[in-house]
């Protein structure tokens, strides 16, 4: 019996054990100062995905103070661990001039890699990068290329590109219905986490 007790105890003495599914969760709840400390936790032991979550809270300014510096620091550990949507977010951070020179050609690198790995945003970014002409040289057929491959990905967020220049007929032959039918297929439920 005491020793059951004295177990029961050291149970209850033990804090609980988190991970970065619960920080995610408590980060679409809007709990960002209870998700801090277990991502702060989890990217200290090496975790890319902690990492980029913390580089989000840096950049968006939940529950921390918004600090571009330290986004990208988390950014880049993560990104240094093969983690697609960090280098999504770095090549977004050299497009946009967040915290550093703005550098197409520095974001055209980060959305490279991304997007050879997979990542749907990047593809679309990649996309806006050669239909405007930024750190590329401009090319609609190019553009059009990388907004097809993100579309296939199946990731709804991404077609607005492709949408957009199959209605100003950019790159691609006048189709109107083909800009209709991927506008209204367009996920509007928003992100999430």
């Given at each position: 019996m005491l020793l059951a007790t004295f177990i029961h105890m050291s149970a209850l003495a033990e804090p609980s054990v988190h991970s970065v599914e619960d920080a995610k969760a408590?980060?679409?709840?809007?709990?960002?100062?209870?998700?801090?400390?277990?991502?702060?936790?989890?990217?200290?032991?090496?975790?890319?995905?902690?990492?980029?979550?913390l580089g989000l809270?840096?950049?968006?300014?939940?529950?921390?103070?918004?600090?571009?510096t330290q986004a990208l620091q988390w950014y880049e550990k993560s990104a240094a661990?093969?983690?697609?949507?960090?280098?999504?977010e770095l090549?977004?951070?050299y497009q946009n001039g967040w915290g550093v020179v703005r550098d197409y050609a520095q974001a055209c690198q980060w959305y490279r890699k991304s997007a050879a790995?997979?990542?749907?945003?990047?593809?679309?970014?990649?996309?806006?990068?050669?239909?405007?002409?930024?750190g590329v040289t401009q090319d609609y057929q190019q553009a059009r290329v990388w907004?097809?491959?993100?579309?296939?990905?199946?990731d709804a967020a991404v077609n607005k590109g492709r949408v957009l220049l199959s209605l100003n007929g950019f790159g691609v032959s006048w189709s109107h219905r083909w800009?209709?039918?991927?506008?209204?297929?367009?996920?509007?439920t928003g992100p999430s986490f």
């Amino acid at each position: 019996m005491l020793l059951a007790t004295f177990i029961h105890m050291s149970a209850l003495a033990e804090p609980s054990v988190h991970s970065v599914e619960d920080a995610k969760a408590l980060l679409n709840a809007g709990h960002y100062s209870e998700a801090l400390p277990i991502l702060q936790k989890s990217a200290v032991s090496g975790s890319p995905e902690a990492e980029l979550y913390l580089g989000l809270m840096y950049q968006s300014g939940w529950g921390v103070a918004q600090d571009y510096t330290q986004a990208l620091q988390w950014y880049e550990k993560s990104a240094a661990a093969k983690n697609s949507e960090a280098a999504n977010e770095l090549g977004s951070f050299y497009q946009n001039g967040w915290g550093v020179v703005r550098d197409y050609a520095q974001a055209c690198q980060w959305y490279r890699k991304s997007a050879a790995a997979g990542n749907a945003k990047s593809m679309n970014n990649l996309g806006v990068l050669y239909e405007n002409g930024w750190g590329v040289t401009q090319d609609y057929q190019q553009a059009r290329v990388w907004f097809e491959k993100a579309v296939r990905t199946g990731d709804a967020a991404v077609n607005k590109g492709r949408v957009l220049l199959s209605l100003n007929g950019f790159g691609v032959s006048w189709s109107h219905r083909w800009g209709e039918k991927w506008a209204l297929r367009r996920n509007s439920t928003g992100p999430s986490f």
